[in-house]
């Protein structure tokens, strides 16, 4: 059974940062696109960051390039967002989603392009 657990979420003011982590199990994670994902109330779900399998292909949102960095380790089925100069903005909950494939597709933000999705972690930024 797969299984994504985010951490690392919580409240931070607004310049701040929070380095997010997923725990991916039961399956050969460290070969599949992993995504960010956040949504905040009352808003849709929206894509933050990509990575493939291998690392060598990223995606970010504008509204997070040059703040925010991707990373993966398949060595220990992990993936983490460094988030840097956080904004009231950003204020969601943040998601790891899995795909079924290693590749990242040109519409990586789209969630339908994910089989695979964790818990949630709540990220406040504070002005």
């Known amino acids: 059974q797969v299984q994504l657990v985010e951490s690392g979420g919580g409240s931070v003011q607004a310049g701040g940062s929070l380095r997010l982590s997923c725990a991916a199990s039961?399956?050969?994670?460290?070969?599949?696109?992993m995504g960010w994902f956040r949504q905040a109330p009352g808003k849709e779900r929206e894509g933050v960051a990509a990575?493939?399998?291998?690392?060598?292909?990223?995606y970010y949102a504008d509204s997070v390039k040059g703040r925010f960095t991707v990373s993966r380790d398949n060595a220990k089925n992990m993936v983490y967002l460094q988030m840097n100069s956080l904004k009231p903005e950003d204020t969601a909950v943040y998601y790891c989603?899995?795909?079924?494939?290693?590749?990242?597709?040109?519409?990586?933000?789209?969630?339908?392009?994910?089989?695979?999705w964790g818990q949630g972690t709540q990220v406040t930024v504070s002005s």
């Open positions: 039961g399956y050969a994670g460290s070969r599949k696109c």
């Open positions: 989603a899995s795909r079924s494939y290693d590749y990242c597709p040109s519409n990586w933000d789209a969630p339908f392009a994910y089989n695979y």
């Open positions: 990575i493939s399998s291998g690392g060598f292909v990223i």
